[in-house]
């Protein structure tokens, strides 16, 4: 008797790759997230702060 955990399986095949797909999505959004929040530290750390004239 054939094992049935060797077989392929086109369903569960299309179901691992769109999840592949849209865990590689989230990683995307998540990898650019951080590096905004990284330039805009940056950004207000190096630059002289302004002084209210009145």
């Avoid at 008797?1 to 990683?27: F, V």
């Amino acid at each position: 008797m054939a094992n049935p955990w060797t077989k392929k399986n086109p369903l569960l095949s299309l179901w691992l790759s769109a999840a592949n797909a849209w865990a590689g999505a989230a990683r995307g959004v998540a990898v650019n997230a951080a590096k905004r929040q990284q330039a805009a530290a940056a950004k207000a750390a190096t630059r002289p702060r302004r002084t209210r004239k009145r």
